[in-house]
């Protein structure tokens, strides 16, 4: 059996990590990953088709079809799925006539099912434009799809059940973001170092998914960009995406158990995503 080498498992993760920003990079221009762009990717990194398609279909949050302007998963894992997911998965078909992996005929709405979203005892779970929904129940289906076509922005952070917390490490360096002292929402905040207009200092944010609250030492002006750094290693956190509400550089963060959280940089703008299904350097 050959055994890697420190010096070649990093070419490995390098290389890996290269491809999954050149898909990121594809599916912000497009929505998706048009085969052919696939095809070309393979080409120019002279990696198999396959491996392009692995890796693409190893994230979730990757789509190899057009997606509706809002998207809607359902989990079907275990605990969800004895607590009545199938049955959950149901109403959402009949109430958009669309099965799994299908977008309505409007464009509106895509649907899909997913093995696990990492919240097992809060299920059944569906997760609407990065919007989680727990306990869910068949007369809320209608609630659900009737929100996320208003707008799911406005939030309640002490009664809505889509608020939740979570801990963030540093995309980088996988040092902890927490700040314990520091509470924003009456919880710890997460730590962050941001410079924009020549203005360099701290900021934190709510670690309260779903909130948008922060503190931070200077005012920052709406839809103002801002260079987001870690305290930490120093390094910027600029993921390969850009936001689908405006175009602007997303902010990506791991959160502790598994998963990425991304927000946008723009000051005002509420375009975020949160994916527990894998990390975003594999």
Same mark, same amino acid.
């Given at each position: 059996?050959?055994?890697?080498?420190?010096?070649?498992?990093?070419?490995?993760?390098?290389?890996?990590?290269?491809?999954?920003?050149?898909?990121?990079?594809?599916?912000?221009?497009?929505?998706?990953?048009?085969?052919?762009?696939?095809?070309? #990717?393979?080409?120019?990194?002279?990696?198999?088709?396959?491996?392009?398609?692995?890796?693409?279909? +190893?994230?979730?949050?990757?789509?190899?079809?057009?997606?509706?302007?809002?998207?809607?998963?359902?989990?079907?894992?275990?605990?969800?799925? #004895?607590?009545?997911?199938?049955? /959950?998965?149901?109403?959402? !078909?009949?109430?958009?006539?669309?099965?799994?992996?299908?977008?309505?005929? &409007?464009?509106?709405?895509?649907?899909?099912?997913?093995?696990?979203?990492?919240?097992?005892?809060?299920?059944?779970?569906? #997760?609407? &434009?990065?919007?989680? +929904? =727990?306990?869910?129940?068949?007369?809320?289906?209608?609630?659900?799809? &009737?929100?996320?076509?208003?707008?799911?922005?406005?939030?309640?952070?002490?009664? &809505?059940?889509?608020?939740?917390?979570?801990?963030?490490?540093?995309?980088?360096?996988?040092? =902890?973001?927490?700040?314990?002292?520091?509470?924003?929402?009456?919880?710890?905040?997460?730590? #962050?170092?941001?410079?924009?207009?020549?203005?360099?200092?701290?900021?934190?944010?709510?670690?309260?998914?779903? =909130?948008?609250? /922060?503190?931070?030492?200077? !005012?920052?002006?709406?839809?103002?960009?801002?260079?987001?750094?870690?305290?930490?290693?120093?390094?910027?956190?600029?993921?390969?995406?850009?936001?689908?509400?405006?175009?602007?550089?997303?902010?990506?963060?791991?959160?502790?158990?598994?998963?990425?959280?991304? /927000?946008?940089?723009?000051?005002?703008?509420?375009?975020?995503?949160?994916?527990? =299904?894998?990390?975003?350097?594999?």
């Amino acid at each position: 059996m050959t055994t890697l080498t420190p010096t070649s498992e990093k070419e490995k993760i390098k290389a890996r990590e290269g491809i999954i920003s050149i898909l990121e990079d594809i599916q912000a221009r497009y929505g998706y990953l048009p085969e052919k762009e696939l095809r070309n #990717v393979a080409e120019e990194t002279g990696k198999s088709l396959v491996d392009i398609y692995g890796v693409a279909t +190893f994230y979730r949050s990757f789509s190899l079809k057009p997606r509706g302007k809002h998207l809607v998963s359902v989990c079907l894992g275990t605990a969800c799925h #004895v607590r009545g997911g199938p049955t /959950i998965e149901k109403e959402f !078909e009949h109430r958009l006539n669309v099965r799994p992996g299908e977008t309505t005929d &409007d464009k509106e709405f895509t649907l899909e099912t997913v093995a696990c979203l990492g919240a097992c005892a809060l299920g059944p779970i569906v #997760v609407a &434009d990065g919007h989680y +929904f =727990s306990k869910v129940i068949t007369p809320k289906v209608k609630q659900i799809l &009737d929100k996320t076509r208003e707008g799911l922005d406005k939030v309640e952070i002490q009664t &809505d059940q889509r608020i939740f917390p979570v801990e963030i490490s540093c995309a980088r360096c996988n040092h =902890s973001l927490m700040d314990t002292e520091h509470l924003v929402d009456y919880h710890p905040s997460i730590r #962050v170092t941001i410079s924009f207009e020549r203005k360099h200092g701290w900021l934190r944010l709510s670690s309260l998914y779903g =909130s948008y609250n /922060i503190e931070s030492e200077y !005012e920052i002006p709406e839809d103002i960009v801002v260079n987001f750094f870690c305290p930490h290693c120093h390094t910027e956190l600029r993921g390969a995406a850009n936001c689908v509400e405006c175009g602007s550089p997303m902010v990506p963060m791991i959160v502790k158990g598994g998963g990425v959280i991304q /927000i946008c940089s723009k000051r005002g703008c509420k375009g975020h995503m949160l994916d527990l =299904s894998g990390g975003i350097y594999g």
